[in-house]
């Protein structure tokens, strides 16, 4: 069983440096992901990056879980909601600064805004994050990728929060980058803010793709359903869509819950799915890959709460 937070106390605390806007109680998480999913959390706050350091410490001083979230594209919650406090990295820690070559963005700034904004500037090459709709944290945490590129190719470095609340800067080289990967989530670390090194390229270039990548994803993907994106990291010499469909579950359902007619790859919230719903259907479809072909799917969505 979860355990029982004194909610009074936390947030009378918290409002000694957030304002009431910055707080919200057993706010839906249906809010706040892209699946539209989600029972409430005790609390939800939106620190700017100076703010959050204090709401760990905070949160660590009343041994109170602390859970972080970025624009909720790659997040499952659970029907039963959270309990503890929900960080979410949004509008307070969204900014863009450039410098030369060099762009700096904080962790809430939108990922699709930051491709836009170099492109602007003509700077490349995030052309391939136009149509990704996470923030620049998320993107970092899991190394973000699409159409042949990642994070990492110009990653420079990211300012992270520990665990115990203090501020570090950590060269991109030292964050274990690789598939859908970085060692953030292991090392318990909160990402603040990005730098990335870009190069000098043509806007006319940097547009074309980009406009190559969005109507790729648009006759490809089921935007029209709310969803978490890509549901499965691609497994080693082969393609989870492509397991899922052979397998003979596309359009399988649970509930509202459904393996995608149009990307076999992404599971949809077709008709007013529950957590529990997409839950179960992901576990079907990694039983039955598994029984069918040995390969063990696995999942690339986030899974927050109790299942």
């Not at 399988?252 to 008709?271: I, L």
């Not at 179960?280 to 890959?289: A, E, G, N, P, R």
């Amino acid at each position: 069983m979860s355990k029982e937070i004194n909610t009074k106390e936390i947030i009378d605390r918290l409002n000694s440096f957030l304002t009431e806007e910055q707080i919200l109680v057993n706010e839906p998480m249906s809010k706040h992901t892209t699946f539209r999913i989600g029972g409430d959390a005790d609390i939800h706050v939106s620190p700017s990056v100076d703010e959050l350091p204090k709401v760990v410490s905070l949160c660590n001083e009343l041994n109170v879980p602390y859970y972080v979230v970025g624009n909720g594209s790659n997040l499952l919650v659970s029907d039963n909601g959270v309990r503890g406090v929900v960080i979410s990295i949004r509008r307070p820690a969204e900014y863009i600064k450039i410098e030369g070559n060099t762009i700096v963005a904080g962790a809430g700034t939108s990922l699709a805004k930051v491709s836009n904004q170099a492109a602007k500037e003509g700077l490349g090459d995030l052309s391939f994050a136009a149509g990704i709709p996470g923030t620049i944290g998320g993107a970092v945490v899991m190394n973000a990728g699409a159409y042949g590129g990642e994070i990492k190719d110009t990653l420079k470095s990211v300012k992270v929060c520990t665990k115990d609340g203090n501020v570090l800067e950590i060269e991109a080289k030292d964050l274990d980058l690789s598939y859908r990967h970085s060692c953030i989530p292991e090392k318990g670390y909160i990402v603040l803010e990005a730098t990335f090194e870009m190069q000098p390229m043509e806007e006319e270039e940097l547009r074309a793709k980009m406009t190559e990548y969005r109507n790729s994803r648009v006759a490809k993907q089921p935007l029209n359903f709310p969803s978490a994106g890509s549901t499965f990291k691609r497994p080693k010499d082969n393609f989870a869509g492509k397991l899922i469909e052979d397998a003979g579950l596309k359009g399988y359902q649970v509930g509202g819950a459904q393996v995608s007619e149009k990307h076999c790859g992404f599971v949809v919230n077709a008709n007013g799915a529950t957590a529990k719903d997409v839950y179960t259907l992901i576990q079907d479809v990694i039983k039955d890959v598994e029984n069918k072909y040995d390969v063990t799917l696995e999942p690339e969505v986030k899974m927050m709460g109790e299942f």
